[in-house]
């Protein structure tokens, strides 16, 4: 049983790709909650409440979460969504700042939302989902930067569900393989016109190296933190779960 109706939610990078669908998906079980991001450029759910929160500022993180508990009081349910995905490149070409930008948001970031949501998760506990990668437990070429970032959140994963169990609050995370999103589409679509191979040979390899032979869903992934957010999964910490349909290789 689900049971999530009036749970109060929040969704990091809830304006566009999966952060929206994870955050439409609990509104539509009777969630109520609040979206974070730089934009709110599609976040359009009813009764729920939107904050433009830059997740790497901690004043702006206090910020949000001080809105939050003015409007919702406390929270059961977190979804650390919000990342960036930096350019494919080899690691001898990746320069500091890009490893200090894409760490801030992607690692420091997380930690940050984890940590100011404690205070209004503790009381009567709830579920913190951060959103990983299959990249957190493999490697890939020219990933090196996002593959770092996304290692580091399951080892974040793996303390901070130790640290916060007396509490009651569980902290597990997704691993999507790729995902069918219209950003996955258009960095195929860029590449595609500067040579590579075609759009849907591409989409075709993808699926072709998973086991069910399609590509995972963003409904794929809402369904799944849907389940780490329900009672479903209340014997669930410090793990991650792969979304993949049966991922046989990265390519």
Same mark, same amino acid.
């Given at each position: 049983?689900?049971?999530?109706?009036?749970?109060? @939610?929040?969704?990091?990078? !809830? $304006?566009? %790709?999966?952060?929206?669908?994870?955050?439409?998906?609990? =509104?539509?079980? &009777?969630?109520?909650?609040?979206?974070?991001?730089?934009?709110?450029?599609?976040?359009?759910?009813?009764?729920?409440?939107?904050?433009?929160?830059?997740?790497?500022?901690?004043?702006?993180?206090?910020?949000?979460?001080?809105?939050?508990?003015?409007?919702?009081?406390?929270?059961?349910?977190?979804?650390?969504?919000?990342?960036?995905?930096?350019?494919?490149?080899?690691?001898?070409?990746?320069?500091?700042?890009?490893?200090?930008?894409?760490?801030?948001?992607?690692?420091?970031?997380?930690?940050?939302?984890?940590?100011?949501? @404690?205070?209004?998760?503790? !009381? $009567?506990? %709830?579920?913190?989902?951060?959103?990983?990668?299959?990249? =957190?437990?493999? &490697?890939?070429?020219?990933?090196?930067?996002?593959?770092?970032?996304?290692?580091?959140?399951?080892?974040?994963?793996?303390?901070?569900?130790?640290?916060?169990?007396?509490?009651?609050?569980?902290?597990?995370?997704?691993?999507?393989?790729?995902?069918?999103?219209?950003?996955?589409?258009?960095?195929?679509?860029?590449?595609?016109?500067?040579?590579?191979?075609?759009?849907?040979?591409?989409?075709?390899?993808?699926?072709?190296?998973?086991?069910?032979?399609?590509?995972?869903?963003?409904?794929?992934?809402?369904?799944?933190?849907?389940?780490?957010?329900?009672?479903? $999964?209340?014997?669930?910490?410090?793990?991650?779960?792969?979304?993949?349909?049966?991922?046989?290789?990265?390519?």
């Amino acid at each position: 049983m689900l049971d999530l109706k009036n749970k109060k @939610v929040l969704v990091t990078g !809830a $304006s566009n %790709g999966l952060g929206l669908k994870i955050a439409k998906k609990f =509104s539509d079980a &009777g969630s109520v909650g609040f979206g974070f991001d730089l934009k709110k450029n599609n976040f359009d759910i009813k009764e729920w409440n939107f904050s433009n929160v830059d997740i790497s500022n901690e004043k702006e993180v206090l910020r949000g979460f001080k809105e939050i508990k003015n409007v919702l009081g406390s929270l059961d349910i977190v979804v650390a969504n919000a990342g960036l995905v930096p350019k494919w490149r080899s690691i001898d070409s990746i320069e500091n700042d890009e490893w200090e930008k894409v760490f801030n948001v992607n690692v420091k970031g997380v930690a940050l939302t984890i940590k100011h949501a @404690v205070d209004l998760m503790k !009381a $009567s506990g %709830g579920s913190i989902i951060i959103m990983g990668s299959i990249n =957190s437990l493999f &490697g890939h070429s020219g990933q090196s930067l996002y593959t770092a970032t996304k290692h580091a959140l399951l080892g974040i994963v793996k303390c901070a569900s130790v640290d916060l169990g007396n509490n009651n609050i569980r902290v597990n995370a997704i691993g999507p393989g790729p995902v069918a999103t219209n950003a996955l589409i258009e960095r195929v679509k860029t590449r595609e016109k500067k040579g590579g191979e075609s759009y849907e040979k591409a989409l075709k390899k993808f699926a072709n190296n998973t086991a069910l032979g399609k590509m995972v869903t963003e409904e794929d992934v809402a369904n799944t933190a849907i389940y780490l957010g329900s009672k479903l $999964s209340e014997s669930i910490t410090g793990h991650l779960i792969p979304v993949t349909n049966g991922l046989i290789r990265l390519e």
